[in-house]
Structures are given as C-alpha cells and as structure tokens.
C-alpha cells in the first residue's frame, strides 16, 4: 500500500482542523503541510501557532514541508508547535548537512526537498542521514500545477542511488499528483504520495485519499 499524506494547503483554512479530521478519518498516513515564506516561494501560508493549534486537537503524524529562506530559522518552532517531520529545501540551505543534524538532534524526522531542476547528486554525502527526500514534480508556491515528468525519471535514479549507498530515507514525491501520476510515481519507487488539490477539490475527499493508498 501507497503512504499518502493530504497536503492541506487545498483545504478550507477557515475550517483547517475539519479538514485535518477528514482526512484522518479516510485513513492517511499523515498530514502534509506546506509553510510559505513569500520569499523562497511567492505565496504566503501557515506558521507555526497554526500548527500548535491543530497539534492540540489531533494526534496524526504532521510532515512540514518548509518552502521557506533560512529554514534553520524555523526549524525549532515548528519543532515546539508539534512537527514530527521537518523537509528543508537543499536550494535554501548553504550549510545543508548542519541544518539536517539539527533536526535529528530534536528526535524527530528530517527531509530534504529537491526543485525540479536541482539533481539528486546534491545529496550525495547527506543521503544516509535522511528519513526522506521530497522530489517536487512542480515548482513549488501554489496547488494545481502541472505535473512535471521529469520527476519520474528523478525518482528512479534516487532510488537506485538509496540501493546504492544503504540508504533507508523514504521517497516522497509532491505536485500535480492524481489517480494517473500518482501511478507513475509509484511505478518508479515513490513511497509517499503528497496530494492537495485533487483530494480536497474531489467530490468524496475521503475516498480520494483511499484511492491513492491503493496504488
Ligand atoms: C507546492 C506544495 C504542494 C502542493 C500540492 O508548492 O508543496 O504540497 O500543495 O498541491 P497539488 O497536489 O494540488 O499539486
Ligand atoms: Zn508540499
């Protein structure tokens, strides 16, 4: 079975902890949630008092994807609002190997996130110390983009390069993820499926969120 986790970025953000309950209740493997800086990315989302209040009604796994400048910065607050998993961006880390350990020294998970253009080579020497690599089949700031292809060749080399090196980081993959690229992904190696829009834009989010888990 496909991990999924519901990015609640398509959710209603009046009503987030309806949407968090949702999606537990369907039987997802954790909540996806997209923090956005207005700096690395041109939006604007969640900060960490959003999800000290949603940890405060909801005991599931919470992955926080950081899509921010100086993710170093936020690491111990989302950390303290209840994180179980920090994705840093490697393109907004100079000191990438150090931010890393600074999340796993916090007892909890820790991520990489790759852009579509960045290759997997970047994580050569820090491969063995991750629990996960996101691989962004969009270029991230918004839901609803269109899948990028490139990310399922991406995703067969990096799990050849985790066979390679003994690496046990989990392969996730987010963007444009559907029934038919969510396939794709999975074909290629893909452990996680990030989906936002096409679960909470769909008629019955909740067997959304099943349909996934069973590709
Ligand atoms: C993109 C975010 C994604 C996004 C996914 O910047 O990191 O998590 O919300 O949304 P969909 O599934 O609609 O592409
Ligand atoms: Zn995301």
Redesign the pocket.
Known sequence: MTLVAP?ILSADFAHLAEGVAMIENAGADMV?I?VMDGHFVPNLTIGPQVVADLRAGSSMFFDV?LMVERPEQLVRPFYQAGANLITVHAEACTHLHRVIHEIKDLGIQCGVALNPATPIEVLKYVVKDLDLVLIMSVNPGFAAQQFLSLAVDKIRDLRQMLEKTGSSAKIQI?GGINEHTGQEAVEAGVDIL?AGSYIFKSADPGETVKLLKSL
């Open positions: 990015s996806h997209d994807h987010d990030v």
